[in-house]
Structures are given as C-alpha cells and as structure tokens.
C-alpha cells in the first residue's frame, strides 16, 4: 500500500488501483451457514453507495459521531469505511444518546432508540436482505442504499488528524488508525496477499483490527468469521484449506 496513505478510506483508495479484482472480505455466520465473498471492487461500491446514505439522506458533517451497533459482519465492515469517507467519528457499541446518528443491527433496536438523530436499522440477513417490515422509526439500510450513487466525494476534504474511531474507551484519528492497523500487521505476519482467518468480534481494537485493517493496510485480505465456535476443528481446518488462508487470529 501507498505510505502516504493516512486514513482508511486512502487505504481503500489504494487497494482499489492495485487490483479491484482481488478478494478482501470474505465472510462467514457459523450460525446460518451464510457465505458472502467481497472484491476489492465490490466492498469499494458499497462503501461509496453508504457514504452517499451518509453524506447525502442522512445529512452527516465531519467530526460526527455516530454509534455503530453492529456485530463482526461484512455490512459492519462496509460502515467503518463510509464514516472514514465523510470524516464521521464511528463509535463502536457506542452510546446512541450521545450520538448524532445511530446504525444498529436487530438486536440492539430498543438500545438505539436513545438516539435522537437520524436511525438506520440493518437486519443483517443474508444478501444483505431487508426487514420484511422495517422497524419503526429507523430507515431500513437494504432499502435506502441500493439507489445511492456508486461514486462517492465528500464535501469537505477529511482531515486525517481528526478523531476517526472510538471503540473499548479509546479514539484514534485516521492516522493514528492507519499507523497502528501497519504496526499489527507486521504482529500478525502479513504481507501483500496475506489471506488472514479470524473470529475475533468487533468490539475491541483487535478485533476491528484483524477482522478489516489490518489486512487492508498491508494489501490482503480477510476471512471473517461471526459465531466461529459452531464450527468444529475438522470444519475450521477445512476453510482454512479451502479458503487458502495464511494467517489466523482466532
């Protein structure tokens, strides 16, 4: 990846030119038997269509911030990369009281209902599939974002050294982001190509950290796992070999 790259939205940009047709997410849900496998290409046009959500429908100013109550998941992934895209703070498990906006999976519905901004409601079905009936209150992301542009540019340029990400207690600006998603990289063994396996959740650094930037920093590629602990050993040696991993941060 390009050293002047300084949030994770450069990252993105740099990995799109280097090769859009290469893997980058690959995920899996051990619970339902989901697989989704996203191109470099494929998680850029979905991040550029959310960022447009954001920026456009949902009226999102840098240094927003914006509680994100969502699991390990794709989606979640595609979410973390828009609000880096618009130069909004993204608050991991974050209180939606204290948010400007809120982006929630099923789960956690009544929790984001502390929110008197704008609501977004994932129901994280495969395909990324929508409500049959959206929740009260919250627009239903499945619906919202597939007439977004595929092109995204933000208002106003993102200012790398402003507060990107808040998770476990801690906020990183974008920078600060990029220059530790580099350092646990080379803690995890990864190169250009790696193909790293994890179950981590994301609800810590670690977890954000191998399940999305640190294998975007070094020019890989990640296999997400959510509910990893179904999966029995001969299963989990199975996707390892099937999936050509190199690297696990289970």
């Given at each position: 990846m390009n050293s002047s790259?300084?949030?994770?939205?450069?990252?993105?940009?740099?990995?799109?030119?280097?090769?859009?047709?290469?893997?980058?997410?690959?995920?899996?849900?051990?619970?339902?038997?989901?697989?989704?496998?996203?191109?470099?290409?494929?998680?850029?046009?979905?991040?550029?269509?959310?960022?447009?959500?954001?920026q456009g429908d949902l009226a999102a100013e840098p240094g927003d911030r914006l509680a994100l109550l969502l699991p390990a998941h794709?989606?979640?992934?595609?979410?973390?990369?828009a609000c880096s895209s618009v130069?909004?703070?993204?608050?991991?498990?974050?209180?939606?009281?204290?948010?400007?906006?809120v982006v929630t999976g099923p789960d956690t519905l009544e929790r984001?209902?502390?929110?008197?901004?704008?609501?977004v409601a994932l129901a994280l079905r495969p395909l990324g599939g929508r409500?049959?009936?959206?929740?009260?209150?919250?627009?239903?992301?499945?619906v919202e974002v597939p007439s977004q542009g595929d092109r995204f540019a933000p208002f106003a340029p993102v200012d790398a050294d402003?507060?990107?990400?808040?998770?476990?207690?801690?906020?990183?600006t974008g920078a600060q982001l990029v220059a530790r998603a580099r350092e646990d990289a080379g803690a995890l063994g990864l190169v250009p190509g790696s193909r790293l396996l994890t179950g981590r959740t994301y609800d810590t650094w670690e977890g954000l950290s191998a399940g999305l930037f640190a294998p975007l920093a070094t020019g890989g590629?990640?296999?997400?796992?959510?509910?990893?602990?179904?999966?029995?050993?001969?299963?989990?040696?199975?996707?390892?070999?099937?999936?050509?991993?190199?690297?696990?941060?289970?």
């Open positions: 790259d300084r949030t994770p939205a450069d990252l993105l940009r740099s990995a799109l030119s280097a090769d859009p047709a290469r893997p980058l997410v690959t995920f899996y849900d051990d619970a339902t038997g989901e697989r989704v496998e996203l191109s470099v290409a494929t998680f850029a046009n979905w991040v550029a269509k959310t960022a447009n959500l954001l794709w989606q979640s992934a595609v979410w973390l990369l130069g909004v703070v993204a608050d991991v498990q974050g209180d939606p009281a204290a948010a400007d906006l984001a209902r502390a929110c008197r901004g704008e609501r409500f049959p009936q959206a929740p009260e209150g919250f627009a239903d992301y499945a402003a507060p990107a990400l808040a998770v476990g207690g801690a906020e990183l590629s990640v296999v997400l796992c959510r509910h990893i602990g179904q999966l029995d050993a001969d299963g989990l040696a199975q996707r390892v070999e099937s999936e050509r991993v190199t690297n696990t941060a289970v």
